[in-house]
C-alpha cells in the first residue's frame, strides 16, 4: 500500500503545477490501482485545486476510467455492426443475467468484469466474444454461458 | 454604442451586450432556458436562436452572440418558430410528463414554452431516463429524470456559490447531473440551484406536495436574518408560508438568497409559538388576557417607579425589531417610563456603526463589492456569516480577477482563491493594519491628495502606526514581514480597493477601533467607497439609528438635543446617560423592573450565571417575544408577539437603507405586533401613543431624523485616528493552552434559528474545531464528546479535527447550544468604556 501510495504522491508532485493536467494524471493514478477510487480522485482534486464534481465528471466522460477495481476476467462483448445485426443485444443481455451485474461492472465475487466494445475485428465470427485474450465466435445466448463456465 | 436592428427597429447598445439584452431593452422576449443574467452564457439550449439577415445570414443564439454594427436580427420569423419547436420536442424526448404532480408546474419554463409554441405530439421517440429520485438528500429534491441538462445549477453552484457540489457526470445520452460519486448533497444548502432550476428537476423538499404554484400568494418583503437585509418573496398558501426565493435585481442580493433566506422562515409557524399573553401566578406563568397582563405590567412599573425612581427600571431592544417599533420602544423608555436605561443586543452591535459614522459619515457599502479589483476579507468568513456578500467576493475574485487577501485567524471558504491567506494570532487585527499602513506611508503608495484635501488626523495617525514596523507586527500577529509588505502594495495600487468586516466577531469592546483602523487605510489610499461592515441582525442599523441606546436619542442626536424630542412626544425627557445591557447586568446592577423586547440575554451575554442571578434578583420582568425563550420563561409577564412575516415596517440594513417588510400572515393565535404592544403599553402608562399604521410612525421619525430614509454616501471629509493594539488575548498557561476563537455558522443566527427545523436539521452537531496537531498532543479523538473549559466555566462539545486550523487555537461556531457564552469573560470596565477579552481554554476528553 505504502509503495502505491508513493506513486501517486509522485504523479501529483509532477503534474501540481502543470495547467490542464487532470487527465494525464487521472491515467496515471489509474494505472496505479487499475481503477479511480474516491481517496484517489478526492486526493487528485485537493492536489490540482479543483472540485471534486469537476474531476469525477471529467473522469465519468471518458470511457477509459473505471471506478471499480477489474475482475480477475474482462469479458468483451463486442457491438459492432455485424455482431449486432447477428443478436450482440441477447449475448449482452444473456452474459448480464448470468452474472448478474450491469454492462461495465464487476461480479461480486470479483471474477469476471463486462465491457461493452465496438468491433473486435473478427466480424465473420459475429456475434463475438472476447475473454481475456482469447477470442469465442458464433455464440448465442447460451453458448456464451458456457464460454464462462471455462473460467 | 453600436446600432442594430431587431424585428425591423433600430437601437443603440453598449459594446459588449449580447443580442438578447439589446432585445429586452426593446422589450422583445426570447425565451431562454440555460441563460440567467448573473451567470456567463454558454448558449448550450439553443431555444433562443435568432435568425441573421445582415451580414452573413445564419441563426445564432442571442444569449451567446455579441451585438455588431449593423447586424440585422429577427427574432420570431417562421424559420426560428420552427427551430424552437424541434429544440423543445427534443427535449420532451425524455423528459416526462407527469406535470400533474410536479411542484414545479405552474412556473416551468418547458411547460410554458411547450404550450406557447403548442408542441402537441412529437415526431421523435426514444427511451426516458429512469434515473432514482434523491430523496435522499436534505431540503432539496432531485429528480433528474425531469433535468434538461441547461446547467444552471451547476453553473450558479460554481460561479455565484463557489461550492460545485455538482457536475456533468457522464456523456451524451448518458449524461446527467450530479455529484462526485453519486452521494446525496452536503453542501451550503443555499437552495439557489431551485430557484433557477428551469424544470421540475430541482424542487423544495418544504414545498413537496403541499399547493400549486398558481395557488400561492405572493408577498415581496425582506428577509429578517442577517445585516445585508436581501429582498425576497414569500409564497403563502392559507396562512402558511410554504416558499421563499429570491426577488427584486435592484436590491442588494440580486435575487440571490442564503440557506436562511430560502429555508429558514419555518419559525413563524413553529408549534411553540407563544400565542397568549402569560402572568405569573404563585410562581407559574398562566395564559391571560391582554387586558390583565398590560394592567399588571403597568401597575407594576408604576410601583418601581414611585417607590424606587425610573432608573430602577430599563428596556432592552432586540436587532430585530422594526425601525418603527425600536423607535417607539425608546420612546417609551425615555418618555413613558422616564429612563435612559436602553439598550439592545447586548450593547454589541453598534459600535462599529459609530465609529463609521463619526470617521467615514457614512455605514460603507456592499451593493458593488463586485466591482472592486482588491478584496481585502478582514475578519469576515462570509460564506458562514453573510453568504450573499460572499457570492459578491466571489464575483469580483473568480469573473473580475480581484486580488483577494484574506486575513483571519483560520483559514476559510474563500482562502483556496486568495492572493494572500494572512492567518494571525486573534485579535491582533488593528495590528496587522497599522502595519500596512506603515508600509503605504514609508514606501509613498498613499493618496497625498486626498489625505489632504478630505481628511483629517494624518500626522497623529501616522505616528501611531509607525511604531508597527515589520516586526514588530510579526511579533503581535505571527504573520511574515514579507507579506505584510506585499498585501499593504497590492491593496495600495490598486484602484477600486474594498475591505470588508463581520462585525460582532472582535472581542467586546474592539469593534469600533477594529473600524476605525480599516478606516485609516482606506482613507489614505483616497478610497472612503470602499468599506463594508457587515452587521449581524436585519436591523442592528435601526436598532442603532433609532435610538435603542443609552447615550443617543434617534438619529445620533446626543441627549442634550432633547428639547425637539420633547415637543414631538410632549413629554419631558430624562437627561441623564442611561445604563448599557453590560452595566444593567453588572454586579452592581441597581435595576429592579426590567422590559425585554425580543431579546435574550442569557444566550447573548458573556457569563449566563451572573446574568440568570440579576435576572432572579429583579422585582419585575417582563419579556415580549415569540417564543418562551429561558428567560421568557423566568419572567413575570409574558407577551406574545408578531414575527417578522405577521407585520409592516421596515429594517435598515447595514448599508443605511431603510426596506420595507409587508405582512404576509396574521399574527398566530393573540400574538400581537410588538408596534402595537408598545403603544398601549405606553399609552396606559399614561404616555398617549397613537397609530394606525407603520408609516403613521415613519412620518414622525422623519420629522425627527429628516435623513431617515435617505441614501447614505462619503461626503468629502473623513477622520484618521491612530489606534493601538490593545493585548486581547489572555495569558496562555499550562491549564489555558489553547486560544478559542469564535466564529459564524451560515445555519444560524441568534436564537429564531433553532426554531427552524430546517436549519436546524441541515446544520451539524455544535462541534469544537481543533488542529490535528493539538489533538494528538492531548490524546483526542476527532467525533469524541469533549470538554472546553476556560478560567469562567465549561461547555461539553463534540470534537472535529483537522488538518486546516493552526496549531495552538481552537474554533467555536454559533451553535445554539454551543455554550460558548459559558467560556467567555466578562468585559473589564476600563477608561469609561467595557474591554472584552479572548480567553484561552483547555480541552479535556469528556
Not at chain 2, 54 to 74: D, S, Y
Not at chain 2, 484 to 509: D, F, K
Not at chain 2, 512 to 535: F, K, S
Not at chain 2, 573 to 590: H, R, T, W
Amino acid at each position: 500500500m505504502l509503495h502505491k501510495e508513493q506513486n501517486l504522491e509522485t504523479v501529483l508532485s509532477e503534474y501540481k503545477k502543470e495547467q490542464g493536467s487532470l487527465i494525464p494524471v487521472l491515467q496515471r493514478a489509474q494505472a496505479i490501482d487499475g481503477y479511480l477510487s474516491k481517496p484517489v480522485m478526492s486526493r487528485v482534486a485537493g492536489e490540482l485545486g479543483l472540485y471534486e464534481s469537476d474531476v469525477y465528471g471529467v473522469a465519468t466522460f471518458y470511457t477509459q476510467f473505471r471506478f471499480a477495481p477489474l475482475g480477475e476476467n474482462i469479458v468483451k462483448v463486442c457491438h459492432g455492426t455485424a455482431c449486432h445485426v447477428s443478436g450482440a443485444e441477447e449475448i449482452s443481455d444473456s452474459l448480464c443475467n448470468h452474472l448478474k451485474v450491469e454492462e461495465g461492472e464487476t461480479t461480486a465475487d470479483g471474477k469476471f468484469t463486462t465491457e461493452r466494445v465496438v468491433c473486435l475485428g473478427c466480424c465473420s465470427l459475429a456475434p463475438v466474444v472476447m475473454v481475456n485474450e482469447e477470442t469465442y465466435g458464433r455464440l448465442t445466448s447460451d453458448k456464451v454461458k458456457k464460454v464462462l463456465d471455462k473460467y | 454604442m453600436i446600432t442594430l436592428t431587431i424585428d425591423g427597429r433600430e437601437i443603440q447598445v453598449e459594446e459588449g451586450a449580447t443580442i438578447l439584452q439589446a432585445a429586452e431593452k426593446m422589450g422583445i422576449r426570447i425565451p431562454t432556458l440555460c441563460h440567467d443574467r448573473r451567470l456567463l452564457p454558454v448558449g448550450a439550449c439553443r431555444i433562443c436562436l435568432v435568425e441573421v439577415e445582415n451580414p452573413r445570414p445564419g441563426l445564432v443564439p442571442a444569449c451567446a452572440t455579441l451585438v455588431a454594427e449593423g447586424l440585422v436580427i429577427k427574432t420570431a420569423t417562421d424559420k426560428v418558430k420552427k427551430v424552437r419547436k424541434t429544440i423543445l420536442e427534443l427535449l420532451l424526448i425524455n423528459h416526462p410528463l407527469d406535470c400533474p404532480v410536479c411542484d414545479k408546474a405552474g412556473e416551468c419554463s418547458l411547460q410554458d414554452l411547450t404550450y406557447e409554441y403548442g408542441v402537441s405530439e412529437n415526431r421523435f421517440s426514444g427511451k426516458k431516463a429512469a434515473l432514482r429520485i434523491d430523496v435522499v438528500s436534505p431540503l432539496i429534491e432531485r429528480n433528474l429524470n425531469r433535468c434538461i441538462l441547461c446547467g444552471k445549477c451547476v453553473r450558479i453552484c460554481d460561479e455565484l456559490m463557489d461550492v460545485a457540489e455538482t457536475g456533468f457526470i457522464g456523456r451524451g445520452y448518458e449524461a446527467r447531473v450530479g455529484t462526485d460519486f453519486d452521494r446525496p448533497l452536503d453542501c451550503e444548502f443555499c437552495g439557489q440551484c431551485l430557484d433557477i432550476c428551469p424544470v421540475g428537476a430541482l424542487t423544495s423538499r418544504l414545498f413537496k406536495h403541499r399547493g400549486r404554484v398558481w395557488e400561492l400568494e405572493k408577498v415581496e418583503t425582506t428577509c429578517a436574518y442577517c445585516g445585508l437585509g436581501c429582498a425576497f418573496t414569500l409564497g403563502v398558501k392559507r396562512g402558511k408560508i410554504l416558499k421563499a426565493r429570491g426577488a427584486d435585481s435592484s436590491s442588494i442580493n440580486d435575487e440571490n438568497l442564503c440557506v436562511r433566506g430560502h429555508f429558514g422562515w419555518g419559525y413563524i409557524h413553529h408549534p411553540e409559538r407563544l400565542t397568549k399573553p402569560l402572568l405569573k401566578k404563585e410562581g407559574r406563568l398562566v395564559a391571560v388576557s391582554w387586558k390583565e397582563a398590560l394592567h399588571e405590567a403597568v401597575r407594576r412599573f408604576r410601583q418601581i417607579k414611585e417607590k424606587v425612581g425610573p432608573d430602577a427600571l430599563a428596556g432592552i431592544g432586540s436587532p430585530r425589531l422594526t425601525n418603527e417599533e425600536v423607535y417607539l420602544f425608546q420612546r417609551f423608555i425615555r418618555a413613558g417610563l422616564g429612563t435612559n436605561n436602553i439598550d439592545h443586543a447586548g450593547g454589541y452591535g453598534h459600535a462599529g456603526l459609530s465609529a463609521l459614522k463619526d470617521s467615514l459619515g457614512y455605514p460603507g457599502t456592499v451593493k458593488n463589492l463586485q466591482d472592486s479589483d482588491c478584496i481585502l476579507l478582514l475578519r469576515s468568513d462570509l460564506s458562514e456569516t453573510h453568504p450573499v456578500a460572499g457570492i459578491k467576493v466571489n464575483l469580483a475574485v473568480k469573473r473580475g480577477r480581484a486580488a483577494l487577501i484574506v486575513a483571519n485567524p483560520y483559514p476559510i471558504k474563500f482562502s483556496r482563491h486568495a492572493k494572500q491567506s494572512l492567518i494571525y494570532r486573534p485579535g491582533n487585527e488593528i495590528a496587522l493594519l497599522n502595519g500596512m499602513v506603515r508600509v503605504m506611508i514609508e514606501e509613498n503608495l498613499i493618496n497625498r491628495e486626498f489625505v489632504n484635501t478630505s481628511t483629517s488626523g494624518f500626522d497623529a495617525m501616522s505616528k501611531v502606526a509607525a511604531a508597527y514596523t515589520p516586526d514588530k507586527v510579526k511579533e503581535l500577529t505571527g504573520v511574515e514581514p514579507a507579506a505584510v509588505i506585499e498585501a499593504a502594495r497590492t491593496y495600495a495600487r490598486a484602484e477600486r480597493p474594498a475591505i470588508v468586516i463581520s462585525a460582532g466577531y472582535a472581542p467586546l469592546g474592539e469593534d469600533d477601533r477594529l473600524v476605525q483602523a480599516a478606516i485609516n487605510l482606506a482613507l489614505i489610499t483616497g478610497n472612503p467607497e470602499g468599506i463594508a461592515y457587515l452587521v449581524e441582525r436585519n436591523n442592528s442599523s435601526g436598532a442603532f439609528w433609532m435610538g435603542a441606546v443609552p447615550s443617543l436619542l434617534p438619529g445620533r442626536q446626543p441627549l442634550k438635543n432633547k428639547g425637539e424630542f420633547e415637543e414631538v412626544w410632549g413629554a419631558a425627557l430624562p437627561g441623564k446617560e442611561g445604563m448599557s445591557a453590560l452595566d444593567i447586568f453588572n454586579e452592581q446592577s441597581v435595576i429592579r423592573g426590567l422590559y425585554l423586547v425580543g431579546e435574550n440575554p442569557l444566550a447573548a451575554c458573556p457569563d449566563p450565571v451572573r446574568t440568570r442571578q440579576v435576572l432572579e434578583e429583579l422585582e419585575l420582568l417582563v419579556v415580549q417575544d415569540l417564543f418562551l425563550t429561558e428567560v421568557a420563561a423566568m419572567a413575570d409577564i409574558v407577551f406574545p408577539a408578531a414575527g417578522f412575516a405577521e407585520k409592516e415596517g421596515t429594517y435598515t440594513n447595514t448599508e443605511g437603507r431603510v426596506q420595507e417588510i409587508k405582512p404576509a400572515l396574521t399574527p398566530v393565535g393573540e400574538a400581537r405586533p410588538d408596534l402595537d404592544i408598545i403603544s398601549e403599553l405606553s399609552r396606559l402608562m399614561g404616555h398617549e401613543m397613537s397609530y394606525s399604521s407603520a408609516a403613521e410612525v415613519r412620518a414622525e421619525i422623519k420629522k425627527l431624523v429628516p435623513d431617515f430614509e435617505q441614501a447614505k454616501a462619503f461626503e468629502g471629509k473623513g477622520k484618521l485616528v491612530g489606534i493601538e493594539q490593545r493585548d486581547v488575548v489572555e495569558e496562555i498557561s499550562k491549564d489555558y493552552p489553547l486560544i478559542l476563537m469564535d466564529g459564524g455558522l451560515r445555519f444560524h443566527s441568534g436564537s429564531l434559528s433553532r426554531y427552524s427545523s430546517a436549519l436546524t436539521g441541515v446544520s451539524p452537531e455544535a462541534r469544537v474545531e481543533m488542529s490535528s496537531l493539538d489533538a494528538k498532543s492531548n490524546e483526542i479523538e476527532g467525533g469524541r464528546q469533549v470538554k472546553v473549559r476556560s478560567r469562567y466555566g465549561e461547555t461539553l462539545l463534540q470534537v472535529a479535527v483537522n488538518d486546516r486550523l493552526p496549531q495552538g487555537r481552537v474554533l467555536i461556531r454559533r451553535y445554539p447550544k454551543s455554550g460558548l457564552m459559558n467560556l467567555l469573560p466578562q468585559p473589564e470596565f476600563k477608561d469609561g468604556r467595557y474591554e472584552g477579552k479572548i480567553c484561552t481554554v483547555k480541552v479535556v476528553k469528556a
